[in-house]
């Protein structure tokens, strides 16, 4: 079964998707030799659900996850931040409103780089926890946590990044980052998460379909920083 449990036609592999590739022949041995696998990013128009899924090969890689060290807070830009935005939640309120509506971001906007680069610097030094996925050598999940409690409550702690490769979403890699995340946080002693989530809509539907909240308090440096996003918490 591949990461995150969607099987795949006669393959092993990540479910990727893309153009079907005809076999090529090996001319001495007659056999199919390999399938070119070619992925098809969310960033780029999807395929109809009836285009079938490249087969890959029984050798490719798992993804796996691991702790970062200090050079972690180095490698955001690996990600692939592109999103085709369909939707984003405003807060009303205190309700959350969805406003429809569709951007194409391609890459980092920016300035964000260098912003987020120092930001997870900060948060390693200060006792914070940088976690990757991988797939092969390639990064392809980022997530980190901060060791900051926030909204003046001593046992809330941040998740500050969460980001998955636009070419290797919907396969359960941010779930199982997430759950990383609680875990780490649950032994630093917290007894809920906070995350100031972008207010795209699926971004905010993929933290409330897994038992976020909106929160009843802010934290003020990151509403200083993102006044767009949406305050979320999770009790752990
Ligand atoms: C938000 C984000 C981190 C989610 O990561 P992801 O890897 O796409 O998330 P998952 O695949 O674990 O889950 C997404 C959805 O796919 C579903 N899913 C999980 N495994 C799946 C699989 N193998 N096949 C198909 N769908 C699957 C999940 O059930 C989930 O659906 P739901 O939210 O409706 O329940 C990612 O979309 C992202 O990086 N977005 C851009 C950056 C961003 O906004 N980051 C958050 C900043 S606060």
Same mark, same amino acid.
């Given at each position: 079964?591949?990461?995150?449990?969607?099987?795949?036609?006669?393959?092993?592999?990540?479910p990727?998707?893309?153009?079907?590739?005809?076999?090529?022949?090996?001319?001495?041995?007659?056999?199919?030799i390999?399938?070119l696998?070619?992925?098809?990013?969310?960033c780029?128009?999807?395929?109809s659900?009836?285009?079938?899924f490249?087969?890959?090969?029984?050798?490719?890689?798992?993804?796996?996850?691991?702790?970062?060290?200090?050079? +972690?807070a180095?490698? !955001?830009p690996?990600?692939?931040?592109?999103e085709?935005?369909?939707?984003?939640?405003?807060?009303?309120?205190?309700?959350?409103v969805?406003?429809?509506?569709r951007q194409? !971001?391609? +890459?980092?906007?920016? +300035?964000?780089?260098?912003?987020?680069?120092?930001?997870q610097?900060?948060?390693?030094?200060?006792?914070?926890?940088?976690?990757?996925?991988f797939?092969g050598?390639?990064?392809v999940?980022?997530?980190?946590?901060d060791?900051?409690?926030?909204c +003046?409550m001593?046992?809330r !702690?941040?998740?500050?990044?969460?980001?998955?490769?636009?070419?290797?979403?919907?396969r359960?890699?941010g779930c199982k980052?997430?759950?990383?995340?609680?875990?780490i946080a649950?032994?630093?002693?917290?007894?809920s998460?906070?995350v100031?989530?972008?207010?795209?809509?699926?971004t905010?539907?993929?933290y409330?379909?897994?038992?976020?909240?909106?929160a009843?308090?802010?934290?003020?440096e990151?509403?200083?920083?993102?006044?767009?996003?949406?305050?979320?918490?999770l009790?752990?």
């Amino acid at each position: 079964m591949p990461p995150g449990g969607r099987p795949v036609p006669g393959g092993a592999g990540i479910p990727l998707r893309g153009k079907k590739v005809s076999p090529q022949r090996d001319v001495e041995r007659d056999r199919p030799i390999a399938r070119l696998i070619t992925p098809e990013p969310d960033c780029l128009p999807r395929m109809s659900p009836e285009a079938p899924f490249v087969v890959a090969s029984a050798s490719m890689p798992e993804v796996l996850y691991r702790r970062l060290g200090r050079e +972690g807070a180095y490698r !955001l830009p690996e990600i692939d931040r592109s999103e085709v935005i369909d939707g984003a939640y405003r807060l009303r309120s205190g309700a959350l409103v969805l406003e429809e509506g569709r951007q194409e !971001l391609l +890459g980092w906007p920016l +300035g964000v780089l260098e912003k987020e680069t120092a930001v997870q610097l900060t948060l390693f030094d200060r006792g914070g926890v940088i976690y990757g996925a991988f797939f092969g050598e390639r990064l392809v999940g980022f997530m980190s946590l901060d060791s900051r409690p926030v909204c +003046g409550m001593h046992d809330r !702690l941040l998740l500050d990044t969460l980001h998955v490769d636009c070419n290797f979403r919907g396969r359960g890699i941010g779930c199982k980052l997430l759950e990383h995340a609680r875990s780490i946080a649950r032994e630093m002693g917290a007894s809920s998460l906070y995350v100031s989530s972008k207010p795209t809509r699926r971004t905010v539907e993929f933290y409330l379909h897994r038992g976020f909240t909106v929160a009843d308090e802010y934290d003020p440096e990151q509403l200083e920083h993102y006044p767009e996003d949406i305050p979320m918490v999770l009790a752990l």
